[in-house]
């Protein structure tokens, strides 16, 4: 692996945990909206990604074999399932019953999620780091 491979793999890892930031600081901030455009409860939101795979030639072994270059955002899905009903008959999103759908975000799971988001953009903002260090020193060797 070159030290531009990791460095591609580490923004990649950059750009997918920014986004899961994003969308866990807009889950939380709709932990209360019962009403949304589209009608009905705030729906939460999940990042949806995968691994952008490549081939590649291995001199030593002398064949293709596939190697990992990073991630890529595919989409963001929604959460369709586990709202919580509450009874309030004076909300004006209230049913004929008296009871309000409430979105499905636990607030106490988006704070785990945040917090190892944050950690995980810490870690690739650490190994981008490593790896400028390493170009930089082996660009000084050269000289």
Known sequence: MSVFNSMNISATGLTLERMKLDTISSNIANVNTTRTEEGGPYKRKEVVFEEIVKEQYNKSTRKYE????????????????????????????????????????????????????????????TALKASKSMLTKATQISK
Do not use: C, H, W
């Not at 919580?84 to 409430?102: L, Q, R």
């Open 66 to 125: 596939k190697v990992s270059n990073g991630v890529k955002v595919t989409g963001i899905a929604e959460d369709d399932q586990n709202f919580k009903k509450v009874y309030n008959p004076e909300s004006p999103d209230a049913d004929a019953e008296g009871y309000v759908t409430m979105p499905n975000v636990n607030l106490l799971d988006e704070m785990v999620g945040l917090i190892e988001a944050q950690r995980t953009y810490e870690a690739n903002a």
